[in-house]
């Protein structure tokens, strides 16, 4: 069985109402050689279920530093909720 969907993945949810977040925009980074600057790879949106399982094609990925950098702004702001001035949440892992 082939996994149809991209090696890195994310699942946002908005904690202060239960249900997913839905519009986030996301982008994937790389670490670069130098060990100090991102490249970026990919950008989305999460969907309906909070997910975004496209950034990437489903194929292996080296081993690498890789941070998804979150904008939850304009999300909080489509909600007519306060947006608590979050413009952006990264996550990491290497």
């Known amino acids: ?30 670490l670069n050689d130098d060990g100090a600057s991102f490249s970026s790879l990919a950008t989305g949106e999460t969907n309906a279920d909070g997910r975004c399982t496209d950034l990437l094609p489903p194929q292996p990925l080296p081993p690498a530093t890789y941070k998804i950098v979150f904008r939850p702004k ?14 952006e949440w990264e996550v990491w892992r290497g």
Do not use: N, W
């Open 1 to 30: 069985m082939t996994d149809k969907k991209s090696p890195i993945t994310c699942h946002v949810l908005d904690s202060s109402i239960g249900k997913p977040a839905s519009g986030v925009s996301v982008r994937l980074e790389r």
């Open 74 to 87: 304009e999300y909080f702001q489509g909600s007519g909720r306060k947006d608590y001035s979050m413009r």
